[in-house]
């Protein structure tokens, strides 16, 4: 299981939802082989996932571990109230991982908000822009400068937190012990990790843009790096 948090909708505002991708089969603990195909219930993940999810904030929160500004008291009011209400479960097959990864993809390593989608930004207010999907068409929200950086501030992990969370036998912890004994089950050869990708082709990749061309369409290269000089 491979999960990616996503905390923001097209107004800035908190809204927490979860991008998983599981594997479309298993390995099963008692045999040890793998099982080619398992069938998820929606309902049955409507039961549970709600549970589960309440279960662990309020064990963090009687260990304190939850952190938060809010009494412990007002804390377990709001897991009472969402508790009981209704949660929404979307089961979708993909394709392939690719179509999953490059949809998910996308809330990883960005800011909540496009620089084309801020239309203006005055002394006062920003404004900008979002696609309402009830309306089906663009609608605009003009907030005050200090409200637009609360609301982008919600979104920014904290130092060391990861986007992507992977469990199971795909775990930091499980893959170095089991990765080599899925491999031999499935019959397939472990690929060799492949090389990080530079800087600059990354960026060409996803916004169409050189940066290594200054201003006037030259190729800029490397020359000397200047060492910090001390305040004076």
Known sequence: MVSIPHTFNGKLEFNSHVHTMVTAGGLCRLSGSWVPSIFHRRQRLLESWPKAVIKLLRAALRADQLISSMPSSQIESILQEQEIRWWSIKIQPFKSKEHFLRYAGRYLR???????????????????????????????????????????????????????????????????????????????????????????????????????????????????????????
């Open 110 to 232: 960005r800011p909540p908000i496009a620089q084309r989608r801020i239309m203006q930004v005055g002394d006062q207010t920003v404004t900008f822009w979002y696609k309402d999907k009830k309306l089906g068409r663009q609608a605009y929200v003009r907030i005050s400068l200090e409200e637009f950086v609360e609301r982008w501030s919600r979104h920014i992990p904290d130092r060391y937190q990861h986007a992507v969370r992977s469990f199971g036998v795909f775990a930091p912890r499980a893959a170095g012990q089991s990765f080599d004994a899925i491999f031999v089950v499935l019959g397939q050869e472990r690929r060799p990790i492949p090389k990080p990708r530079r800087w600059a082709n990354s960026i060409m990749r996803d916004f169409r843009t050189d940066p290594l061309l200054d201003s006037k369409g030259k190729r800029m290269t490397w020359a000397r790096r200047i060492a910090p000089q001390p305040n004076r």
